[in-house]
């Protein structure tokens, strides 16, 4: 089945404790991208990747690391978490804006994260 | 920046009735596309149209693009307590330097109540 995978699912820790959210995609998407939800805010973009070891900063960047060192995978780092990144968070991917195609995004299934 | 708004924020109407959601964005874009999410879970596409279309129909769903006016609509038909949702509308930017960017509104709360 064509799908986004995230994990965890659910996280609960505590400030300044790394973690790392993985998001894997098994349809040989070149575009990867990572978003937070907020309530009142919508879905802002964090990060985003136009292939391997490409990655450019969205609207949301601060306290957020990520690699794309294998095209299915996509993980977010939080180095040093803070109250103020948890969040609900979605990875998506698609082929991106291919030969003037859209980019139609795939979502996984969320991340739900409390930092206390 | 929020390119994207929907309006209204929440919708509240009755199984079978239609709901409407319009979108209004500010800058130029290739195709603007609607999403669905069902609470707390991932997003799912619906629809997409072009700049250059003025509608476009998938099953109960139709929605119209007036890029005149830089806005959007999307009318369920016939809606049933199954679509019940938050539904998004998303641009997709010109390219800037060759960079893709697809850009959320916040979302109508459209609740469906049998």
């Known amino acids: 089945e064509a799908q986004v995978t995230q994990n965890p699912r659910y996280l609960i820790t505590v400030t300044g404790k790394k973690l790392t959210v993985t998001c894997s995609q098994n349809?040989?998407?070149?575009?990867m991208s990572w978003y937070r939800q907020d309530p009142g805010l919508g879905l802002r973009q964090i990060y985003y990747?136009?292939?391997?070891?490409?990655?450019d900063k969205g609207d949301v960047p601060e306290g957020y690391k990520v690699s794309r060192k294998e095209k299915r995978n996509f993980p977010l780092i939080l180095e040093s978490p803070s109250p103020n990144q948890t969040s609900l968070y979605f990875c998506?991917?698609?082929?991106?804006?291919?030969?003037?195609?859209?980019?139609?995004?795939?979502f996984g299934a969320g991340s739900r994260l409390t930092v206390l | 920046s929020q390119q994207g708004e929907e309006d209204p924020q929440a919708l509240s109407i009755q199984e079978g009735e239609n709901a409407t959601m319009n979108c209004s964005y500010k800058?130029?874009?290739?195709?603007l596309q609607w999403y669905r999410q069902n609470s707390g879970r991932g997003l799912v596409h619906l629809i997409l149209?072009?700049?250059?279309?003025r509608e476009k129909h998938s099953g109960r769903l139709r929605v119209t693009l007036d890029t005149s006016k830089k806005s959007s609509s999307l009318l369920i038909t016939a809606s049933r307590a199954a679509d019940t949702a938050s539904y998004f509308c998303?641009?997709?930017?010109?390219?800037?330097?060759?960079?893709?960017?697809?850009?959320f509104g916040k979302g109508t709360k459209l609740t469906v109540n049998p």
């Open positions: 998303a641009t997709d930017l010109l390219p800037q330097g060759g960079s893709e960017k697809l850009v």
């Open positions: 349809m040989n998407h070149e575009y």
């Open positions: 990747s136009m292939n391997v070891e490409v990655t």
């Open positions: 800058t130029s874009i290739n195709n």
């Open positions: 149209i072009r700049s250059n279309e």
């Open positions: 998506a991917s698609s082929f991106g804006q291919v030969f003037g195609g859209a980019n139609v995004l795939t």
